[in-house]
């Protein structure tokens, strides 16, 4: 028998809870069917299925008679929570006998409520601390107003925010293999991620507010908008936010308040280099975005400002400065060690300027070896370690392949580490001179590990990360690009041969370096790789027998060959380095006639001298369309993209693949020479 708590009085009834809740659910959601030992409703919550509603019953209730308590469970993933408050029930309508107070957590379903043993609560004692009589009791959640869907680029599930009245935030991570929600932190997402690629792509401007009700709001005014997770202040818009509007258009709305104007520097910081634009602005009217628009502007007539200005004027007077010859009162020279006396403004990574502007950014120092974060107070500050070496962002890395039609993209960082050299007991090697003895190394962190988090594992020395939690690295980041100062100019690595413009003149690009009007070009970051590799053309020489030896050598293995076939494949191979021909030859023979070897002789060795004629490896250094597993049609394409104004020979092109591919691969930017058994003629 239980109490049945909804009306107040102690006569016991059995089964009260199951009852209450079967009665909610068929009021919110229809009558149930009874299947498997449960009770099957369809789910009420409103973005169940993704807004697409309960068509089959996924929602069971069952009565547990041993607990004296009611199960409810949603099959497809729904919270539990979400599912009483649409119903109008809280947690402990799910209990014949009302909860006891508790005086600790011992476990919950769902990482909000306890549903623990249920004790009576204990009698107060005689004389409580006096810390008993004042402690206010933990508020509970009030009722579920709002969920916030954080997909993934593809639309995936990953995380989401549940919004609670009065106003509390909760987030949950999607487990793809329960297929349930838990409470609990997700990656660093941007909201509605979908709408704001689709929106870089077609140039769209790109609101970035503080928190999801403003970025519905802008979505209504008809603008497409984000936000971070957890709204606004320092910390909060972290570097792989940042790279999700990587050549984004990007509106920055900062609240008027010291959290929404430390939100909008810092997001301006982490997107120096990466959006194409940056505008920061704030309501006319009101704290926000929503404020502005319902005191009826529109979102053009937000007002542009200097988040840094405004923020000064929200700060307190600074303190005098203190006497020049009182202890503390000012930074240690340039020439100090590290650690020496209070950390200088900023700490290598901070704001430039008007000192009584507040360092709105983490200070990061390189101290005795190692990157340290610095906190404390100014005159007791305090170092904690974040990396076990020095390190600092050489370069932030853009892919250039040539092509004008496509945005380039981020290509990863370069950094620098340094550490000192350790005895076999752990002191600190010197060299004769009694100087520290460093080994340094550079790294180059891809971009798609460093939008994943798997970047560390890249490093070249072991146990460099203090903390490898999903925080620590983000820190690690953190720490890199703000212990100095960032380049200015991000670094550019050439992913595909062909002409490019630079520094206003043109420039051949191939696998180990560059040729212009002037000769050799040195170019530092060049990633040509692969088959495409072979392309490292000789430095360019006006010496006439080196020359003569060039061509003669060129030219020899094809001497006694047909005028008719030669001469074609000698030709497009000079011209395709002056811009595609926007076509194709096709070499049809016998096996073992020699077609590769041809081909390979008249139109690559102009272009990769070092290219064997035959032999077992010279088999990889030509495409094949119809072995090699990993070079489908539209692989092929892909890598022929990469090789631009070169010509590429592709082995055994069959008759089933010359029709369908003729016009994509004459209109790639390589020149294409193929090679055809007889039985596949005929184009």
């Known amino acids: 028998m239980s109490v049945a708590v909804d009306s107040g009085n102690t006569e016991r009834h059995p089964r009260v809870s199951y009852n209450r809740v079967v009665d909610a659910l068929t009021t919110t959601a229809g009558p149930g069917r009874s299947t498997g030992g449960w009770l099957k409703f369809h789910c009420p919550v409103p973005n169940h299925g993704g807004g697409g509603g309960d068509r089959n019953p996924s929602l069971g209730v069952r009565y547990d008679p041993i607990k004296s308590r009611t199960r409810v469970e949603c099959f497809s993933g729904c919270d539990d929570t979400a599912v009483l408050a649409t119903a109008g029930l809280t947690i402990g309508d799910l209990f014949d006998d009302p909860p006891a107070p508790k005086r600790r957590r011992t476990g919950s379903s769902n990482g909000l409520v306890d549903l623990g043993d249920h004790r009576?609560?204990?009698?107060?004692?005689?004389?409580?601390?006096?810390?008993?009589?004042?402690?206010?009791?933990?508020?509970?959640?009030?009722?579920?107003?709002?969920?916030?869907?954080?997909?993934?680029?593809?639309?995936?599930?990953?995380?989401?925010?549940?919004?609670?009245?009065?106003?509390?935030?909760?987030?949950?991570?999607?487990?793809?293999?329960?297929?349930?929600?838990?409470?609990?932190g997700f990656g660093p997402l941007l909201y509605r991620l979908p709408e704001v690629v689709a929106a870089i792509s077609a140039g769209e401007p790109i609101y970035l507010v503080e928190g999801e009700k403003d970025t519905n709001t802008a979505f209504r005014c008809g603008v497409v908008a984000t936000t971070n997770a957890s709204g606004?202040?320092?910390?909060?818009?972290?570097?792989?936010?940042?790279?999700?509007?990587?050549?984004?258009?990007?509106v920055l709305v900062a609240d008027r308040d010291k959290a929404g104007y430390q939100h909008v520097i810092e997001a301006q910081e982490r997107l120096q280099g990466i959006a194409a634009s940056i505008r920061?602005?704030?309501?006319?009217?009101?704290?926000?975005?929503?404020?502005?628009?319902?005191?009826?502007?529109?979102?053009?007539?937000?007002?542009?400002?200097?988040?840094?200005?405004?923020?000064?004027?929200?700060?307190?007077?600074?303190?005098?400065?203190?006497?020049?010859?009182?202890?503390?009162?000012?930074?240690?020279?340039?020439?100090?060690?590290?650690?020496?006396?209070?950390?200088?403004?900023?700490?290598?990574?901070?704001?430039?300027?008007?000192?009584?502007?507040p360092n709105l950014l983490p200070r990061y120092l390189h101290r005795l070896g190692e990157t340290v974060k610095v906190g404390g107070k100014p005159d007791e500050p305090s170092f904690t370690t974040v990396w076990r070496c020095e390190v600092s962002v050489l370069d932030q890395m853009i892919d250039d392949d040539g092509d004008p039609t496509t945005a380039n993209t981020g290509g990863g960082w370069r950094l620098h580490l340094r550490r000192p050299v350790r005895e076999l007991d752990g002191s600190v090697e010197l060299d004769d001179s009694g100087e520290v003895v460093w080994e340094e190394s550079e790294v180059e962190l891809a971009a798609d590990k460093v939008r994943d988090g798997t970047w560390h594992e890249d490093l070249p020395w072991p146990g460099l990360i203090h903390d490898l939690s999903t925080r620590g690295r983000t820190n690690a980041l953190q720490a890199a690009m703000l212990v100095k100062q960032m380049p200015t100019v991000r670094g550019r690595r050439?992913?595909?041969?062909?002409?490019?413009?630079?520094?206003?003149?043109?420039?051949?690009?191939h696998a180990s370096g560059g040729i212009g009007c002037n000769g050799d070009v040195e170019l530092p970051h060049i990633s040509i790789t692969g088959?495409?590799?072979?392309?490292?053309?000789?430095?360019p020489t006006q010496d006439v027998e080196a020359l003569q030896s060039a061509v003669r050598d060129g030219l020899a293995p094809l001497i006694h060959l047909p005028a008719a076939i030669v001469a074609p494949l000698i030709g497009f191979a000079f011209r395709s380095v002056f811009g595609n021909p926007r076509t194709s030859l096709h070499l049809?023979?016998?096996?073992?006639?020699?077609?590769?070897?041809?081909?390979?002789?008249?139109?690559?060795?102009?272009f990769a001298s070092d290219m064997r004629e035959n032999g077992r490896s010279a088999r990889k250094e030509v495409f094949s369309a119809l072995e090699d597993t990993g070079e489908s049609i539209k692989g092929l394409l892909n890598k022929m993209h990469q090789a631009s104004d070169v010509p590429i020979t592709v082995d055994d092109f069959c008759k089933r693949r010359v029709r369908p591919t003729h016009r994509p691969v004459a209109g790639s930017r390589a020149s294409t020479t193929t090679t055809t058994p007889p039985q596949y003629a005929g184009h």
């Open 120 to 184: 009576q609560p204990t009698a107060p004692t005689a004389n409580p601390p006096p810390e008993a009589t004042t402690k206010k009791p933990k508020a509970g959640l009030g009722r579920l107003v709002e969920t916030y869907e954080y997909p993934n680029a593809a639309g995936g599930r990953v995380g989401r925010v549940l919004r609670y009245e009065p106003k509390d935030f909760r987030p949950q991570r999607w487990n793809p293999d329960t297929r349930r929600w838990s409470f609990g």
């Open 232 to 250: 606004g202040g320092n910390g909060k818009f972290l570097p792989e936010h940042a790279e999700q509007l990587r050549g984004a258009h990007v």
């Open 494 to 509: 050439y992913t595909a041969t062909g002409w490019r413009e630079i520094d206003g003149k043109s420039v051949f690009v």
């Open 588 to 606: 049809v023979g016998e096996p073992g006639s020699g077609k590769t070897s041809i081909t390979r002789c008249a139109g690559m060795h102009w």
């Open 280 to 357: 920061i602005v704030q309501a006319v009217e009101g704290k926000d975005l929503t404020d502005h628009t319902s005191a009826g502007h529109d979102i053009e007539e937000l007002i542009p400002i200097d988040p840094i200005a405004k923020l000064a004027e929200l700060a307190p007077d600074p303190p005098p400065e203190n006497d020049e010859n009182e202890p503390g009162s000012a930074p240690p020279g340039p020439r100090d060690p590290p650690g020496s006396g209070p950390p200088p403004p900023g700490g290598g990574g901070g704001f430039r300027g008007d000192q009584s502007v």
């Open 531 to 539: 088959k495409l590799g072979v392309f490292q053309m000789p430095k």
